[in-house]
């Protein structure tokens, strides 16, 4: 039986290129990146190959980014990293209602620790009210964090805009998460203002357990971690060079044009049959690599589980969620039943239309054997 992967915004498969990178660098350039001999001096080569690669897709100085094990650790960086830089100068943090876990748990966590944290509420297609976030921001507003692109529904927000709105009203640094926008959409520090960027591997084609988050020089930021001289002494430690080098190596194939094609006609094709459906709703479809659909009555896991039998994988919320209810669609408004029967579909440039047929047959299937086992 062929596999239908649609869960791409949970992880992608790691391209040939990237694993062939990692490889080389298990087994060929192993050398530790900071010794002085030319085993060192090799993969120090390869590690600040794979830091200009990265760079350049943030349109962003090679010196300024720095790589760490993943988005988590970039966020939780920066959240906890700013709040104890400047804690003298002010103790308001705002983000958005609709940010990932590695943000909305850690912002969380700093309001249990009394920072006055602020959550931006969103419409009902998902998108950040730039209105209200502009009055929350006052003199003592040290961070605004509010990602790009939300990785269960695809929502786009005003990345720029806000960047615009933070540095004209207030003197807090602000941070994007860009993960799910990355190798999608462009990017460019400087056109959003942003004092940080996170992104990850796995999410791109690149292998899991690497990351990296942009540092703006003047950006205030203490480390979480000490220990060495690496990065900056921000990000201390030996290296991953074998993930980096991978992760640099799926970045060189970025091709945002020629793949954003690819998924867009896919993305049409799956709307226009999801629409011929009867008793599947669509949530979101706001960026062409995420569609959000609810099949009211029949619980997401169940439904999920029903595709699986047919080789067909999606999610049934954020894969960091673990099953837990969507705090997001919650923000959006929608109602229980919807939110308790909704699916995230997610693509990737190796998405076929056969994908979109199987799913859409695991749906229609789905729909005539679960509601007659329910009655």
Not at 133 to 139: C, M, Q, S
Not at 211 to 237: K, N
Not at 262 to 289: C, E, F, M, R
């Amino acid at each position: 039986m062929r596999l239908h992967y649609l869960d791409n915004s949970a992880t992608t498969r790691c391209c040939d290129r990237a694993a062939a990178a990692a490889l080389s660098m298990m087994t060929e350039k192993y050398g530790n990146p900071s010794s002085l001999h030319e085993k060192g001096i090799e993969a120090e080569v390869e590690l600040e190959r794979a830091r200009a690669a990265v760079a350049a897709s943030l349109s962003a100085a090679q010196k300024d980014v720095l790589f760490t094990s993943g988005s988590t650790e970039s966020n939780n960086t920066v959240l906890f990293g700013v709040a104890d830089a400047m804690k003298r100068s002010g103790r308001r943090i705002i983000v958005s209602a609709i940010e990932h876990p590695s943000v909305y748990e850690s912002a969380k966590e700093l309001s249990r620790r009394g920072w006055d944290v602020r959550f931006v509420p969103v419409d009902s297609d998902g998108v950040a009210d730039v209105d209200t976030l502009r009055k929350l921001l006052t003199a003592d507003t040290v961070l605004v964090s509010v990602m790009a692109v939300n990785n269960e529904t695809g929502a786009v927000q005003p990345t720029e805009e806000i960047g615009r709105i933070v540095k004209a009203n207030s003197p807090a640094l602000y941070h994007v998460d860009a993960v799910q926008a990355y190798g999608k959409l462009p990017i460019s520090t400087a056109k959003w203002n942003a004092d940080f960027v996170s992104v990850s591997a796995h999410k791109v084609h690149g292998p899991k357990g690497v990351g990296a988050l942009y540092i703006r020089r003047s950006a205030r930021l203490v480390p979480l971690l000490y220990g060495g001289e690496q990065q900056r002494r921000l990000r201390p430690g030996t290296e991953a060079t074998a993930l980096i080098a991978g992760f640099g190596a799926a970045v060189e194939e970025f091709d945002l044009a020629r793949h954003g094609a690819t998924v867009q006609q896919l993305h049409d094709k799956a709307l226009s049959a999801l629409g011929d459906i009867d008793g599947v709703i669509i949530n979101t479809a706001a960026l062409p690599y995420i569609i959000n659909l609810s099949v009211p009555g029949i619980r997401s896991e169940t439904m999920l589980h029903h595709l699986e039998r047919g080789g067909v994988y999606v999610s049934s919320s954020s894969a960091c969620a673990k099953g837990k209810r969507s705090y997001v669609l919650e923000a959006m408004g929608l109602e229980d039943e919807r939110i308790d029967s909704s699916l995230r579909i997610s693509f990737s440039r190796y998405n076929e239309e056969e994908d979109v047929i199987a799913l859409c047959a695991g749906l229609q299937s789905g729909l005539q054997t679960l509601q007659r086992i329910k009655k």
